[in-house]
Each structure stands twice: as structure tokens, then as C-alpha cells.
């Protein structure tokens, strides 16, 4: 196994570690850090240049992910999610490339609904007093508060990850 391949192996295990990081993140705080999405572009430059992506190949994942911070920072004016939502979306597009940033905006929307139907209905209960306790499920709860949409932008990564030139790398 050369080198190269061994990274790429790292990189299955390192890029779902952070999304899941990023996602429990934003249920607990309602942010994403600006640290965790730079952290996150800067290691796709860098697994990038290590598995031998060539420029056009890190140009057109520049494009996609410049496309998805326009369309998601629209939606971050609309007020449909948050800041560190949208520059989080934009940093994972970068590992899906115009390849599969279309599955992965796709699952993301599905899972945003879900999510937020889910928000929606634990909203509309009366929160448990074991609750109390815990400031995040307090936060989470109140109506004003927004929809952790970060949490759909990581799931959908975890589901579209498999399917990227990162696993054909491994191979």
C-alpha cells in the first residue's frame, strides 16, 4: 500500500470523525465554530495535494463549494439557517466536487426536513423536568431558537462520503 493510499485510509476515518464532531457541535451549541470549517477546508487542500488530485480536479471543488457559500449564505440572509450552517456546507462541498455535491445537497435537504419536523414536534411538548438539567436541550426547546441544520449538512456527509474519489483512492 503506497503512501498515498494510506492517507486516503486516514482521511475515511478523520473526514466523518469531523462531521460528526461538527454536527453533535452544533445540537449542543447551536454554532459552528469558524476554527472547525477552516480546519475542514484547509484538510481538503492538503489530502488533496497528498492523493495526487490535480489542479483542475481542486478548481472544480472550488467551484462547487464557492457555488453551495452563494446559495447558502441566500439562505442564511432568508434566515432559514445559520452562519456556521452555511461556511460548514461550503467546506464539505469541497470533498464532494461537482461529482456528488448534488446527492449530498439532496440528503441534506431530506434530512433538514426530518430534522426540523422533529424540532418542530419536540418543541410542541412540554419539556421534562429531567431536562432542566441540561442547557442545550433547554436552548433546543425554546421556539425561538433556530434549527441545528448543521447537524443534517454532517449527516448527509456520513451518507455520501463512501461514494467519493476519497474511498476510490483506497482502493
Not at 462531521?19 to 484538510?43: E, H, P, Q, W, Y
Not at 495526487?52 to 439562505?75: E, H, N, P, R, T
Not at 433546543?140 to 443534517?152: D, I, Q
Request: charged content about 10%; glycine content about 10%; overall charge neutral.
Amino acid at each position: 500500500m503506497s503512501s498515498a493510499q494510506i492517507f486516503a485510509s486516514a482521511i475515511t476515518v478523520m473526514f466523518p470523525a469531523v462531521m460528526i464532531f461538527a454536527g453533535i457541535m452544533d445540537l449542543m451549541t447551536l454554532k459552528i465554530r469558524n476554527m472547525l470549517v477552516i480546519s475542514v477546508a484547509v484538510a481538503y487542500f492538503i489530502a488533496a495535494l497528498i492523493v495526487g488530485l490535480g489542479l483542475y480536479d481542486i478548481l472544480l471543488s472550488v467551484g462547487a463549494a464557492s457555488l453551495v457559500l452563494a446559495v447558502s449564505f441566500g439562505f442564511f440572509a432568508a434566515g432559514w439557517i445559520g452562519g456556521g450552517d452555511a461556511k460548514l456546507a461550503a467546506a464539505t462541498a469541497l470533498w464532494f466536487g461537482w461529482d456528488q455535491i448534488l446527492p449530498y445537497l439532496f440528503v441534506s435537504t431530506l434530512i433538514g426536513g426530518l430534522l426540523t419536523l422533529m424540532i418542530i414536534g419536540f418543541r410542541s411538548m412540554l419539556l421534562p423536568a429531567s431536562f432542566y438539567g441540561h442547557d442545550w436541550l433547554v436552548k433546543l426547546h425554546e421556539s425561538k431558537t433556530g434549527v441545528p441544520y448543521g447537524v443534517a449538512f454532517a449527516i448527509a456527509a456520513l451518507i455520501v462520503f463512501p461514494d467519493t474519489v476519497w474511498f476510490k483512492a483506497i482502493g
